[in-house]
């Protein structure tokens, strides 16, 4: 039995987003950042893409892309809206945009600077309803009750404001606020990485068990290599504004096909002092999206780096089924991955 | 093992703003070997990072130290000085800060003045300490940088904070810290602004100039992957209070107290399976003005037992070599 077709709900092709560099009095263009140059992946119904990579990579810049945060250069952005259409998010105008935003909502990384502190939970969460006339002020309040008990929050507490609440509580605050319409997509950039270790599992959980209960999509912004394994079903690695390894989780972890990828998984520290040794140590600093490094952005650190990686710009091809490269030595190479 | 070079007992730092007090640390204690590093693990609000500036006697109002001991043995044989006993800023005080005991922190952005070079800020200590003249002081500022790994310290040590990324800032910082070969080092989050393939690098480089130079090291960290890749002895604290210690060895693989043991579950692991969900600890940290009475873990303890644990704090008792927790699990068996 052939396993049923996944159905794309983003379709990211050739995205490019460039920050111009301006400089002295007459704001000149004196160059160009390539933060986004050339991304393409896809997001299926119901998964959960990650994102990662280190500063300066591209993720958030390209999450924000696709939530029309920032209009990109190039490229286009597909996503099969609820009504059956397919939309390019790219080259919609505001107005159109505007019904789509509500398939499309956002978890914030700090939850202490992303709720207002002047305003109580019950307006907080109640907020995308009112801005896009929801219901009546009833049935709004109703509906924050249900989202507070759905993100295991107390409704009695929907008059407080945010101070009276922890980190991980602001969190779910944040979480229910972006389920409030009833979204397809939910964009996650960093949603734990300023929280406490115990309070990073529950919302981990948490965010699980709304996945599996409404059936969410999760685009995961993240740079912890150990939340993203817990939390994906697919992983891009990004460097220097372009994707270089796309795969199935395990795949990514197990068998890593590109070096920045293994050079990744290999500076996480292994929480365990008997697993302590020498390793691989990626030398130097990500490269300067302003002024790349010609050929593969990651040759000067690569330590397989041969003279056609100097010259020739590799670019994204399927190695395995579903397992995708930029590479030109990914299919000689046998890079270390870690057990699991 | 040698003498503790450093030994802090009993130690107690207090807030005193207008709506109470705060007792962020509440009776730590710890000994600090040279050679060695000690890990402060621990969340927010345990009261890591105000361990460190109580060493350092560098605690902002409304915050005082109100009871124990900081023992500093500059070497093996001496009687020490106490450092709870100096003036904060007196001539002793700041002698050692800086001297022996150096300092560096989580954002090295910040802990630059933006206004003088790198080169600027180096040289300054490194007269202040060491009484030398400006010529040899700036060349002493450039082998610190050399030491540390940033490329052309020649051009380096002219420019300014901003102009260096993360992880050559917080070279930098590491290259002012050992500027006068401080006997310990404390490491306050060095790593935590900085991307993972940035901070093996500097994790790496801490390890060597351990090696070479010998300093003892502090290491406080939130990070469990980060202790256990770096540590000899682990501290771990929850709400002011060092609630279980040990070597590193022993608090991965056998810890006693429910924080540990639950803490370290709880925590995401690179070899842990694909799309699964983690064991919580339930709750979250209390407000320091609602510390609960007895334990301060036992609103959030799967072991708590009602009538002691709320009632009771739990002393610190051995549980093994070179071992303790606070936990009333424990005191039980030893009386």
């Known amino acids: 039995m052939s396993a049923p077709r996944a159905v794309p709900l983003l379709e990211v092709q050739g995205l490019r987003k460039h920050f111009p560099i301006r400089k002295g009095f007459l704001r000149r263009q004196v160059g160009v950042v390539r933060a986004v140059d050339d991304v393409s992946f896809h997001v299926e119904k119901g998964e959960t893409l990650s994102l990662v990579g280190e500063s300066g990579c591209g993720k958030t810049t390209t999450s924000r892309c696709i939530l029309r945060a920032l209009t990109p250069t190039e490229g286009r952005i597909l996503f099969h809206a609820a009504t059956g259409q397919l939309l390019d998010v790219a080259a919609l105008s505001k107005r159109e945009l505007q019904p789509l935003r509500r398939q499309m909502q956002m978890i914030f990384q700090d939850p202490f600077s992303s709720l207002n502190p002047r305003r109580t939970l019950l307006d907080i969460v109640a907020e995308p309803l009112v801005a896009n006339g929801v219901g009546s002020k009833r049935e709004q309040q109703d509906r924050v009750v249900e989202l507070l008990r759905l993100v295991g929050l107390r409704p009695e507490y929907m008059r407080r404001y945010p101070h009276a609440f922890s980190g991980g509580q602001r969190q779910r605050v944040g979480i229910a606020r972006a389920l409030a319409l009833n979204p397809s997509l939910v964009v996650a950039d960093e949603p734990v990485s300023a929280l406490d270790v115990s309070v990073q599992a529950q919302i981990l959980n948490l965010m699980q068990d709304l996945q599996a209960q409404l059936g969410l999509t999760y685009l995961f912004v993240a740079h912890d290599l150990s939340v993203v394994r817990l939390v994906s079903d697919r992983v891009a690695v990004m460097y220097v504004g372009r994707v270089v390894e796309l795969a199935r989780t395990e795949a990514i972890f197990a068998t890593p096909r590109h070096p920045y990828t293994e050079a990744l998984l290999a500076a996480v520290p292994k929480p365990d002092p008997r697993l302590r040794g020498e390793r691989l140590l990626l030398e130097g600093e990500v490269a300067d999206p302003s002024n790349p490094p010609p050929g593969c952005h990651f040759h000067p650190r690569c330590p397989y780096a041969v003279e056609q990686c100097r010259a020739e710009t590799p670019s994204l091809h399927e190695i395995a089924p579903g397992h995708s490269v930029s590479c030109h030595r990914a299919g000689e190479l046998a890079l270390r991955g870690v057990a699991g | ?335």
């Not at chain 2, 345990?46 to 361990?51: A, D, L, P, Y």
């Not at chain 2, 306050?188 to 093996?200: H, I, R």
Request: with cysteine.
């Open chain 2, 1 to 335: 093992m040698p003498r503790a070079i450093l030994e802090v007992r009993d130690l107690r730092t207090y807030f005193f703003p207008e709506e109470g007090t705060v007792r962020a640390v509440d009776g730590a204690h710890f000994d600090v070997y040279p050679g060695r590093t000690l890990g402060i693990v621990g969340e927010s609000g345990c009261g890591k990072s105000v361990t460190a500036r109580s060493i350092l006697r560098i605690v902002e109002r409304p915050g005082r130290i109100v009871s124990g001991s900081i023992l500093l043995r500059r070497d093996g044989n001496d009687v020490g000085v106490d450092l709870a006993t100096l003036a904060p800023d007196g001539k002793e005080m700041r002698r050692i800060r800086g001297g022996d005991v150096a300092l560096i922190f989580q954002e090295p952005m910040t802990s630059f003045s933006p206004v003088h070079t790198i080169g600027n800020q180096i040289v300054e200590t490194v007269r202040l300490h060491q009484g030398v003249g400006k010529r040899e002081a700036r060349a002493r500022a450039v082998e610190a940088l050399r030491l540390v790994g940033v490329p052309s310290p020649e051009r380096r040590v002219d420019e300014y904070a901003f102009q260096l990324s993360g992880g050559l800032r917080q070279r930098a910082m590491i290259a002012l810290a050992l500027s006068c070969s401080p006997r310990i080092l404390i490491a306050d989050e060095p790593t935590t602004a900085l991307d993972v393939t940035t901070q093996a690098q500097i994790l790496a480089l801490l390890a060597d100039l351990q090696r070479r130079e010998g300093m003892a090291i502090i290491l406080i960290t939130h990070n469990l992957g980060v202790v256990a890749e770096m540590c000899d002895e682990v501290a771990v604290m929850y709400l002011g209070r060092v609630v279980e210690q040990g070597p590193v060895d022993t608090i991965f693989h056998d810890p006693k107290h429910p924080y540990t043991r639950a803490l370290l579950r709880s925590m995401p692991s690179i070899e842990a399976r694909v799309r699964s969900r983690l064991p919580v600890i339930e709750g979250s940290i209390p407000h320091p003005y609602n510390r609960p009475a007895g334990c301060p873990f036992y609103p959030r303890c799967p072991d708590f037992m009602p009538g002691r644990c709320d009632q009771i704090e739990p002393p610190s008792v051995s549980v093994g070599d070179g071992h303790e927790a606070a936990c009333l699990l424990y005191a039980e068996t030893a009386t």
